[in-house]
């Protein structure tokens, strides 16, 4: 029991925005955080409607939040609301990640650096000078080209069903930055061997299967799939040729861990919290 005389905690506010919301694992993967290095957070998940993220935002930077994680369908409109924008919420051209500053909203994108921490730290999987597939040209691609080029891979390439969406995306990276060499396609003309596949795409909510061969995977690829939670078709496909398959769980704990930094000043340790959250 408190003593009376105590001075109260001091308790910074953070959540997370989505609609829907109630599927979120972030309360808990922050709550693991909080525990661990002992700063003095809550985080809970709120759901914003349709049409009102922009007015849910404002009302958390009146209740004196210090900051807020964007996901699905605000990502692009976040984007659009904050004062300043970080390099990588530039390049990805959405946010993920809010700070409430000084009256300033400042906006950031750790879905990338979540997708290539997961894949050379927990996979061990050296993403210099390999041959990379990134499948899907919408924003979850978009969010993860910056960080996939400054691993210095040997080449990318962006396959979608709609070649124009991919060859904008690539331009757009293009002109922002120095790049490794990239190539775009259709799923069905996909002819070369990849090291690393990415599935971006959102098929995996569905049980379509993506029109890709089986002998782009190349010896020891890597299938990665964004999606968690569920064996996906393209999951089962790379399996079946013999590539080693990992979901996006270590990706949503490492995206969660950079937007901690951002806030907190302080990086967790994702392991245990991986390890945590794969038995929910």
């Known amino acids: 029991m408190t003593d009376k005389y105590d001075k109260p905690l001091n308790i910074d506010r953070y959540a997370v925005l989505g609609n829907p919301i109630a599927h979120s694992k972030s309360p808990q993967i922050h709550a693991a955080f909080a525990k661990q290095t002992g700063q003095p957070i809550n985080y809970e998940a709120i759901l914003a ?107 990318i390439t962006i396959a979608n069903r709609n070649l124009e969406k991919a060859q904008f995306m690539i331009q757009k990276i293009a002109a922002q930055h120095a790049v490794c060499n990239l190539a775009v396609s259709n799923y069905e003309n996909l002819q070369s061997k990849f090291d690393v596949i990415i599935n971006a795409t959102s098929i995996g909510l569905s049980d379509t299967i993506l029109p890709i061969s089986n002998t782009i995977f190349a010896k020891n690829c890597l299938a990665y799939d964004m999606m968690y939670g569920r064996e996906t078709p393209f999951m089962a496909k790379a399996r079946s040729t013999g590539a080693q398959v990992a979901d996006g769980l ?31």
Do not use: H
Request: charged residues 15%; proline residues 4%; aromatic residues 8%.
């Open 49 to 155: 409607p349709i049409d009102g993220f922009a007015a849910s935002i404002k009302n958390l930077i009146a209740q004196g939040y210090k900051g807020a994680n964007v996901t699905v369908p605000f990502k692009f409109e976040a984007f659009n609301l904050c004062d300043e924008l970080t390099e990588r919420a530039t390049s990805a051209g959405a946010v993920n990640t809010l700070s409430f500053n000084q009256n300033k909203i400042i906006g950031d994108n750790t879905d990338g650096v979540g997708l290539a921490r997961d894949l050379t730290l927990n996979y061990s999987y050296a993403l210099k000078g390999a041959r990379i597939l990134l499948l899907g040209a919408g924003g979850a691609a978009q969010g993860v080209m910056l960080p996939l080029i400054n691993a210095e891979p040997a080449s």
């Open 250 to 280: 270590g990706m949503l704990v490492e995206q969660a861990a950079e937007a901690f930094y951002v806030w907190r000043g302080v990086r967790p340790e994702t392991a245990p919290v991986i390890k945590m959250m794969s038995t929910y």
